[in-house]
């Protein structure tokens, strides 16, 4: 079965409740799991997931790990992640550029696709830096140098640009509302094959043996309505996706 790594969709949360002279704080931890995996599996993948604080240590430094997967998922994950790792924050120790290996990773034929969120992309606070990184290289767009966030709480709807795309194969009728994206620009070379506000939506890319591809807005909440994750085309088009660039 072929294998995909899902990167990032977590979080954890502090809340400070303050009542009268007293105060105490609670946390959280939270993934935005419950549909894509669920997708990808029905899709006839083997699903492995990687929250944000186990790759910060744990995605593959080496080629060969990456080449185990037919594709990886990079969802509401910053590059600094995989930039510094705890031994190179903490004592210095030199080790592989593991955003140079994502690229090496699709250009040797791997299936790579960046979904949209807070740290994705560029995000919030320009935070994400995926742009001044080597994936960005092999996506098939530009990622903005700034706070690249659209929010639309009233709703925006993807527009198809490519109907006969394998991406849509099977998939009929007004797509449901999304409440933000991330925006960018599309290369002259890519597959531009849903747009949403004039903006790049779902694109594709060839570079090397691979593939690559992004969806721009979230597969989970906030950007994610209920009317997105419970589409009944949302398995089929995130399958269509894989199929399309996984090698």
Known sequence: MKKVLFVGESWSATLMEVKGFNSFLSSKYETGLGWIDKAIEKAGYKFVYMPNHIANDHFPFTLEELNE??????SDVGADTLLIPSATFGASKILPNRCQLLKDYVLGGGGLLMIGGYLTFNGVGAQGKWWATPVQD???????PYDDRMEHCEGVHAEVTLPDHPAFAGIEGEWPPVLGYNKSTIKPEAELAATVCGDPFIAFGSYGEGKSAVFSSDCSPHWAPPEFCNWKYYD?????ILDYIAK
Request: neutral net charge; charged residues 10%; contains cysteine.
């Open 138 to 144: 092999v996506l098939p767009v530009e990622i903005l």
């Open 69 to 74: 997967y037919s594709c990886i998922i990079l």
């Open 236 to 240: 089929v088009l995130f399958k269509n």
